[in-house]
């Protein structure tokens, strides 16, 4: 298995991870940072300290009440499309230069693995928009829909991808939806946050530990 790095931008997102991952010197589990700037320089410092071959992150997240996603606060989603939002430029007031990279999709092999551990056939990953602040007005959240179609909000994962694929580094994302994006956003976080955080824990560790016993079972292999 590739050495794996876990990230998360706040460190109750992935302490449930770190705890059962204790020991385990193959992955390593780091905390890079709210809010896209941090996120971003966290992640590329800690891919240039460990050399992964894949990132995951662990986090949660907004749903939008019109996008087409149908998973309820308390379920986990798989990212697949991954898109770095600016609502000017969804308002019409500012534009975006054409060298700027707003679009980004985790990588199939881990996306796939990751969606698989979800135990359900008819999950597909989902699409993420990760504007700079959390929206907190219906017709914000309406306007985002409406521009990219995304399913969720998260602020950090389009900074982490970017870290990550830019350096060659396999990309995969697991969300705990976390609440409703509008109005009533930062209640429902704060009453979901943990427990969608663990679940969506509990998915990595799956995963992980899936990889690691097929690897035992095989036993070792001579050249």
Not at 92 to 110: K, N, Q, T
Not at 155 to 161: D, I
Not at 185 to 209: F, T
Request: proline share 5%; net charge positive; aromatic share 4%.
């Amino acid at each position: 298995m590739p050495r794996t790095l876990v990230v998360s931008a706040f460190e109750p997102e992935i302490a449930p991870l770190r705890r059962r991952l204790a020991g385990r010197r193959e992955v390593h589990t780091v905390t890079v940072g709210i809010g896209a700037v941090d996120a971003a320089i966290g992640a590329t410092r800690a891919i240039a300290a460990y050399r992964p071959g894949r990132v995951i992150f662990v986090g949660t997240a907004g749903v939008y009440s019109r996008g087409r996603a149908a998973i309820p606060v308390g379920g986990v989603a798989v990212a697949g499309r991954i898109q770095a939002v600016s609502t000017a430029v969804l308002r019409g007031d500012g534009y975006l230069p054409a060298p700027f990279v707003h679009r980004c999709d985790a990588s199939a092999a881990l996306t796939a693995a990751l969606t698989a551990a979800l135990g359900d056939p008819g999950r597909a990953p989902l699409s993420v928009a990760c504007p700079l602040a959390i929206t907190r007005t219906a017709a914000l959240g309406r306007l985002i829909v409406e521009g990219t179609g995304a399913d969720l909000e998260s602020l950090e994962l389009f900074a982490v991808a970017r870290a990550a694929l830019a350096a060659g580094v396999e990309l995969g994302a697991v969300l705990g939806v976390a609440n409703r994006v509008g109005p009533g956003g930062h209640r429902e976080w704060l009453k979901h946050h943990r427990a969608v955080s663990r679940s969506a824990c509990d998915l990595i560790y799956r995963v992980l530990s899936a990889v690691t016993g097929r690897r035992a079972s095989a036993g070792p292999t001579s050249g």
